[in-house]
């Protein structure tokens, strides 16, 4: 149920109720009695904070997460290539040409 912020426009009285959205406003004051109590558009009392729905789904626009975060840049492997240049002796047998 949303929480509704009234103001009496007669003695200045102001507090929140706590109604239902199908429910009639309030007009009469509890401070004067008077039939001058209003109801007031005020922002949300709530805070979306930490790493919940936003931050995970919808705080870029809609860019999917890269998969390859964790791995180097280009420019890194590259170079990794250029210094590992031991060929693969992985079979052990000798028979393959990178074991012989």
Known sequence: MPIYEYRCAGCGFQN????????????????????????MVTAAGFQLK????????????????????DKPAEGAKKEES???SKPDTSCGTGACPACS
């Open 50 to 69: 930490g790493s919940g729905w936003y931050a995970t789904d919808f705080k870029n626009n809609g860019a999917k997460p890269r998969k390859d975060a």
């Open 82 to 84: 250029k210094t590992e």
């Open 16 to 39: 929140e109720y706590l109604q239902r959205m199908s429910d009639a406003p309030l007009t009469d004051c509890p401070e004067c009695g008077k039939p001058s109590l209003r109801k």
